[in-house]
């Protein structure tokens, strides 16, 4: 499996962008597979954002986050969503995207537990 992000950038405070994570899976699709976003700072751990289940059926978020971002997938492309609103300073990090397909979904906000990342997207929100 393979993951790519994009859709970072520079956005002002308030603003929105739109984040995506294409997959590139040999058999099979993401719907098998739990997604995940994090972020990371310089000199930071590794934060989770947001986790959707493998039927997509749930989605969870961590607080900072909650009310602002909405992660979403589309199975039928192998691609997860990350549409990021009203956008704070600090939000300003590095996005990854991971999967992982045995993944226990009660293990969704550890990075540790999923096996395949992306290479990051950084996304600067200047106030």
């Known amino acids: 499996v393979q993951l790519q992000a994009s859709g970072g950038g520079l956005v002002q405070a308030g603003g929105s962008l739109r984040l995506s994570c294409a997959a590139s899976?040999?058999?099979?699709?993401?719907?098998?597979?739990?997604m995940g976003w994090f972020r990371q700072t310089p000199g930071e751990e590794r934060e989770f954002v947001a986790a959707s289940a493998r039927s997509g059926g749930s989605t969870y978020y961590a607080d900072s986050v909650k009310g602002r971002f909405t992660m979403s997938r589309d199975n039928a492309k192998n691609t997860a969503y990350l549409q990021m609103n009203r956008l704070k300073p600090e939000d300003t990090a590095v996005y990854f995207c991971?999967?992982?397909?045995?993944?226990?979904?009660?293990?969704?906000?550890?990075?540790?537990?999923?096996?395949?990342w992306g290479q990051g997207t950084l996304v600067t929100v200047s106030s």
């Open positions: 899976i040999r058999t099979g699709s993401t719907s098998s597979y739990v």
């Open positions: 991971a999967a992982d397909r045995s993944l226990i979904f009660s293990d969704y906000a550890t990075g540790d537990a999923y096996d395949y």
